[in-house]
């Protein structure tokens, strides 16, 4: 059978417990408190204990503690251990765990919590851009990136999107957009943006099923001063509003420090809170306490009375030793500490007493560091000494109290400072060496909580030792504990704090102070600067931070500050690499990938066998369109870590550019392995489904996007463009509804819109919310060039130019942008220019066949016979050319060739041969055949359905029909192809024999008139 005895520490407890005297009402109204139920008017939901140090608030909250669970209910206890929200949370989990109720949902979370602040906490100064947001066209994308952090990641609080210039004007779109691309879904988005938001309603679904089987929860928060500044808030929300979620009426909340509530927060909610001022004991108490541990000679109760001043954590103190004479009453020098010292009869005890303030925090292997003496009896001292009434539990170690601590140190300091300086001394070399064996095997320390405790351990002492370079020291390590981020950063400010006071060194607790007054901001930026500013720093230190300070700008998203502390950091230690991976991350960020990319190669000389360095590389290539390169960058990223998915995501997004479906598709497919919940994988894997046609299988991928990540709008906005392409008109729409409903300057969500509006001919909606989307982002290269499409449709040819030359300017290397400038150099006779981008289109990877088609008509436009076969010598050219050229009967041929004869164009070539060698009269029957072709709905856009009926009346000599029709369609603008396809037509039938060449000329020379005054417009 399991042994039934209590342990030592419940043995010590109760101890305690059974000598609690004093604070009589206040134990029993919170007693009372557990007799009314939740609905009863009397009962009361929070108790704010408060009073100045040393009073009792922590005796008394234990005493509470006891009191609660006596009555059945669950308790968590949290004090100055903890640094946030999510830390509070966590002490609660292992606390209810130890009475075997587990939040283990919640545990969950907490600890993906820490999974996912720890990446972003690794990889913010390294972190590779965040892949290319929705596009509505196969070769072109708003690139997404990674912005600000907020309170999160080293100092800068939460992490990871630059979007190409122009792309998102807004800073928290582009947040959102990275974080999305990084982390597996929306969840974890929140959870290092704002896991309070995230993690307290799952706190609260825990609570509602756990106090559903038991009496009462109460949660006690100890040292509110110290924790009230980020707890307070929170605990308000929680308590009075709904935005977490209901939280049970049967949970009671107490606080313990040494302020009072703050009224203007909590000042409205006095009919449910309970105000629990403590005082010093009144003489009365006092004599209660000590008549109960025996000390009751008058002459020893009045001295310490007078000694302690009635507080509590004294007046148990002294009485501890239960003094019978107080053989030194008069010495006004004596302290409450010195007289209890002396009333212990033990020359050891007292010694070990001393010995063991000397730490902040004490554990039983601390303790045989401190006191010198046999091994055997180390168990037995360190067992007194946790009893005694200044010594108070924390967690797994044990600390003294601040009133007794602070006077055993002046003593020990006062009575032998060289005594003092080696005891430090001995103690940082002790916590060193713990540090230093600690340190085997951690790749990151500071990711470690032991060795950061001993690491700050170590720094105490080594200040309180008084080393000339301590302060320098730990000045440059408080650096690098910005790195971890402002929580860690506040518990070396406080260190200081408290070093500075145990030592009067007023310049180190000026430090602390300074520090945490810089700290009070989301995150170490200023905290930085003073230590640049001010601190005696080595140029290492230095130069780290402002590296860390421009890791803070840059991830939210200020690329203009981040680049100047780079730069100040590099100038200091030009061998820095990550100075020089972060300043590439603003460049990146600033939209210049050619500088980044040399940040990057210096960053890889530094340390060439470093995998984010070539991985960010790669994406920046691949960005860039350096396809070989970022192949390079990303094969050699991936075999020095092969565990790297963005890696493998980034080369599959390289090798589908190029055409590489089934390696893409490999690659995609091995990061989503690694990581089945990455969401921009799981996007790019859509593309390229969609590229080898799987639709079904795209949408599915889109689908799952979704439903990862519900919040972003960049995969709204994906899967409606998906839609959109398979014609699933109303669901695209309400995907680009729920896109900008979830960020309404989400540019990319208009410019989609704006497409769909387009291809369904409602071109006043879709210019309206291209205007939206340009508004937001005027440097959107896909939404002007299809901005400059619908100008073109509507005839405002003016603007069109405008646009299609403005996205190529922004997009240089975009064959997408160039080949909408080309057809709109195109549409007002701009052969020339077309002529020379198109070959320049040929070098950029584009739609090969389509730039072929399109240099071959320049070609024929402009008389270029030979050079247009040469270009294309497809039976559909080579009919062209043989009708400009009047050769009828080989015209003819080509026409009558299967899959030319079948189509409308086929038709009319065959029309137009037929008359030119045959005449006029033979080619009646075909000129029907071609209007019935033509007629149909799918032959030939609206728009030119006049120019060819002209043709059509023209070739039937159908005059009255041909005027009426020739007016309607010269009185609208249209293409300059489209007028010189209507010109090359009427001039074939004037050489038909039979025609009515007196009838048609004219109607042939306006037609050419009008061709030609589009040209003379638009001429540059």
Request: charged share 30%.
């Amino acid at each position: 059978m399991g042994s039934t005895r209590p342990s030592m520490q419940e043995l010590i407890g109760r101890r305690r417990r059974a000598g609690f005297v004093g604070r009589g009402d206040e134990r029993a109204a919170f007693r009372e408190n557990l007799d009314f139920p939740p609905e009863d008017e009397r009962h009361r939901f929070l108790f704010h204990v408060h009073g100045n140090a040393g009073v009792g608030k922590t005796f008394l909250v234990r005493e509470m503690e006891q009191i609660a669970r006596e009555r059945g209910a669950l308790t968590a206890y949290v004090d100055e251990g903890v640094g946030s929200v999510p830390e509070a949370m966590a002490a609660i989990c292992r606390q209810l765990a130890q009475q075997g109720r587990r939040l283990k949902k919640l545990e969950e979370l907490l600890t993906a919590y820490r999974e996912r602040r720890h990446e972003a906490e690794a990889e913010v100064a390294t972190l590779e851009p965040a892949p290319e947001g929705p596009s509505p066209l196969a070769t072109t994308a708003v690139r997404l990136g990674m912005a600000g952090l907020g309170a999160l990641v080293p100092g800068a609080g939460a992490f990871v999107g630059a979007v190409d210039a122009g792309q998102l004007a807004d800073r928290a779109a582009r947040l959102k957009a990275r974080l999305s691309a990084r982390f597996r879904n929306q969840e974890d988005v929140q959870l290092v943006l704002a896991p309070e938001r995230v993690l307290t309603p799952r706190l609260l679904d825990e609570l509602s099923d756990l106090t559903s089987s038991v009496p009462w929860l109460v949660l006690f928060f100890d040292t509110y001063e110290r924790t009230g500044p980020y707890l307070d808030g929170w605990l308000h929300e929680l308590m009075t509003t709904d935005r977490y979620g209901a939280l049970p009426a049967d949970v009671i909340v107490v606080t313990a420090g040494q302020h009072p509530f703050d009224t203007v927060r909590w000042g409205g909610f006095a009919d449910f809170m309970t105000d629990v001022p403590l005082g010093p004991f009144t003489e009365a108490e006092a004599r209660g306490l000590l008549a109960d541990r025996g000390v009751v000679a008058e002459s020893v109760v009045g001295e310490v009375l007078r000694l302690s001043g009635g507080l509590p954590v004294l007046v148990s103190t002294l009485a501890e030793a239960r003094p019978a004479d107080p053989d030194d009453v008069g010495d006004p020098s004596a302290t409450a500490v010195e007289r209890f010292l002396k009333w212990e009869p033990d020359p050891v005890r007292r010694a070990a007493a001393l010995a063991c303030a000397l730490p902040r925090r004490l554990d039983a292997d601390v303790f045989r560091a401190v006191v010198d003496g046999p091994e055997e009896e180390a168990e037995a001292l360190y067992d007194w000494l946790r009893g005694m009434p200044f010594v108070s539990e924390r967690g797994e170690r044990v600390q003294y109290h601040d009133v007794v601590r602070a006077p055993m140190l002046r003593l020990q300091r006062r009575r032998s400072p060289r005594g003092w300086v080696e005891r430090h001394g001995r103690l940082a070399e002790t916590f060193g060496g713990w540090r230093a064996e600690r340190r085997a095997g951690l790749d990151d320390p500071w990711a470690d909580e032991d060795w950061r405790e001993l690491r700050l351990a170590e720094a105490y002492h080594r200040l309180c030792a008084g080393e000339q370079a301590a302060l320098p020291f730990v000045l440059g390590i408080i650096v690098r504990a910005c790195q971890r981020g402002d929580e860690e950063a506040r518990r070396w400010a406080r260190m200081l704090v408290e070093a500075g006071a145990d030592t009067q060194a007023e310049a180190v607790t000026r430090w602390g102070g300074d520090l945490l007054h810089a700290l009070q901001h989301p995150n170490t930026a200023d905290a930085l600067a003073l230590l640049v500013d001010r601190g005696a720093l080595d140029t290492v230190s230095r130069a780290l931070a402002l590296a860390i300070r421009g890791g803070i700008f840059r991830t939210g998203g200020d690329y203009e500050r981040a680049l100047v502390e780079y730069d100040r950091a590099i100038a200091h230690d030009p061998e820095l690499a990550r100075a020089h991976h972060g300043r590439g991350g603003a460049r990146a960020g600033l939209g210049d990938y050619e500088a980044a990319i040399a940040d990057l190669d210096r960053a890889h000389a530094l340390e060439p066998d470093n995998p984010r360095h070539l991985a960010t590389r790669g994406e920046y290539h691949r960005i860039a369109r350096h396809y070989d390169c970022a192949l390079r960058d990303l094969d050699r990223a991936i075999e020095l870590d092969p565990t790297r998915t963005l890696a493998w995501a980034s080369r599959g997004a390289t090798r589908a550019v190029l055409g590489q479906d089934e390696h893409a598709l490999s690659d995609l497919n091995r990061a989503l392995e690694m990581d089945p919940g990455f969401v921009w994988a799981l996007v790019r894997r859509a593309r390229v489904r969609r590229s080898r046609g799987e639709r079904e299988q795209q949408l599915a991928d889109l689908d799952r996007a979704v439903a990862l990540s519900p919040e972003s709008p960049w995969v709204w906005c994906e899967r409606g463009d998906a839609r959109r392409a398979v014609d699933r008109e109303e669901e695209a729409l309400a995907d680009y509804r729920r896109a900008i409903g979830l960020d309404d300057t989400y540019a990319s969500a208009y410019a989609s819109r704006g497409a769909l509006h387009s291809a369904h001919g409602r071109d006043e909606q879709a210019l309206t919310d291209f205007d939206h989307a340009l508004s937001l982002a005027p440097d959107y290269p896909w939404a002007l060039a299809h901005r400059s499409k619908v100008h073109r449709r509507t005839d405002a040819y003016d603007k069109a130019l405008a646009d299609a030359y403005r996205a190529v300017e922004l997009d240089p290397e975009g064959a997408w942008a160039l080949a909408n400038k080309i057809q709109t150099d195109m549409s007002v006779g701009r052969l020339e220019r077309a002529r020379s981008d198109l070959e320049r289109y040929l070098t950029l990877g584009g739609d090969l066949a389509w730039a072929h088609e399109q240099l071959a008509e320049v070609h024929l436009f402009s008389g270029r016979y030979e050079d247009a076969l040469a270009e294309l010598d497809t039976a559909g050219v080579r009919c062209d050319v043989y009708l400009s050229t009047r050769n009828w009967s080989l015209a003819r041929q080509e026409a009558e060739r299967p899959g030319m004869i079948d189509r409308a164009r086929g038709r009319l070539g065959l029309a137009l041969a037929v008359g030119g060698g045959e005449g006029i009269a033979a080619a009646r029957p075909l000129w029907r055949s071609f209007a019935d072709a033509a007629r149909r709905p799918d032959a030939y856009p609206p728009s030119v359905h006049d120019l060819i009926e002209t043709v059509i009346s023209a070739g039937l000599q159908a005059w009255p029909e041909l005027d009426t029709r020739l007016h309607r369609a010269l009185a609208v603008p249209h293409d300059w192809t489209d007028l010189a396809a209507l010109t090359d037509c009427l001039t074939t039938l004037l050489h038909s024999p039979g025609i009515d060449r007196a009838r048609l000329a004219p109607r042939l020379a306006r037609a050419i008139a009008a061709r030609d005054a589009m040209r003379v417009r638009y001429a540059e």
